[in-house]
């Protein structure tokens, strides 16, 4: 994709929304491209919101001068720090002015992420236009600096095919294997409190803080649990440490089908669901993987 070209990924659902993006080369080419953008917004009479790294919302208020304060800014890299969290990031906006078309500018993918956090960015774009299908006006664009291994075209649908047969083959693609000097256990209904211990026990070791601890072990309770009571009754758990991160692998012989799972709050009657959401709350990065073979779930939390 030519750099500076926001025409050549776009993506029109039926219902109003539109998906694009831009590559940018340096922060002046971001700024000249995101400030275009911006300005037709406002003009419209639209809801403008960026959520970007800080350093490029800092860039684009000092550029956009007189009428920054009619653009509201949010930190991608802790609202987004889990791309999984975005989406519903996103249906918030939506639902505080449903009447009024939502303009948005946005970097899941941006220069610092770690290789797994990229490649859930990646699944996260291509989940945008599912999550999205049938909402209010929405026009979507997301900048990608050029220094990253990925691209527009790897992950909008314009190049990808329909988006949720993209996404689809994604979350139905296992994730890398568990590396050989990860710990690893089985497990079954009796054997949740001693599967949280231990991994209580590891993210000491490793110098975790105190809440980061509680964190953890509460998320990976829940996802034993769900293996539990969908998986068939036990699981897999593996723990290493990888990217500064303590890494809790579950796996089980369950099958998730809905796609959004954990990235759409379940109502409170419902049946399953919460647990996974409640994860992505909690860690820094939750992978998940679903298919014929069973399902994976993978929890990153930062060590400091």
């Known amino acids: 994709m030519p750099t500076g070209s926001a025409s050549e990924s776009p993506h029109l659902a039926p219902a109003g929304f539109r998906h694009d993006a831009f590559v940018y080369t ?6 000249r491209q995101a400030v ?22 800092s860039l684009l ?7 920054a304060d009619q653009v509201v800014f949010l930190d991608m ?27 948005g500018l946005g970097e899941p993918a941006y220069p610092g992420r770690t290789p797994s956090e990229l490649a859930e960015a990646a699944l996260h774009e291509l989940l945008l236009d599912v ?8 026009h979507l664009r997301c900048p990608y600096s050029a220094s990253l291994p990925i691209r527009p075209a790897e992950v909008h649908v314009s190049a990808a095919g329909p988006a949720r047969t993209a996404a689809e083959r994604v979350f139905r693609t296992p994730l890398a294997a568990v590396p050989a000097q990860a710990r690893q256990r089985e497990f079954g209904r009796d054997d949740l409190t001693e599967v949280r211990y231990e991994v209580n026990t590891a993210a000491k070791e490793l110098g975790m803080p105190a809440g980061r601890i509680e964190d953890i ?6 996802i034993c649990t769900n293996s539990v009571r969908f998986g068939g009754g036990q699981g897999r758990l593996s723990w290493w440490t990888a990217d500064g991160n303590l890494v ?28 996974v959401w409640l994860a992505h709350q909690l860690c820094d990065l939750v992978q998940i993987r679903s298919g014929d073979t069973g399902t994976q779930v993978r929890l990153h939390t930062r060590l400091r």
Do not use: M
Request: proline share 8%; hydrophobic share 40%.
């Open 36 to 57: 275009t953008y911006v300005h037709d917004g406002l003009a419209a009479g639209e809801t403008v919101v960026a959520v970007l790294p800080e350093v490029r919302n």
């Open 26 to 31: 340096d922060d002046d080419d971001f700024v």
């Open 61 to 67: 208020r000092k550029e956009l001068d007189g009428v």
């Open 248 to 275: 809790c692998d579950v796996a089980d012989g369950g099958r998730i089908d809905d796609l959004l799972v954990g990235r759409v709050l379940p109502p409170a009657d419902g049946l399953g669901g919460r647990g």
């Open 131 to 138: 999550a999205f299908e049938h909402t209010s006006p929405f």
């Open 217 to 222: 072990e509460l998320a990976l309770h829940e």
């Open 77 to 103: 890299t802790q609202l987004g720090r889990n791309p999984a969290r975005i989406i519903p990031l996103w249906r918030t906006l939506l639902d505080q002015a449903p009447d009024i078309p939502l303009r």
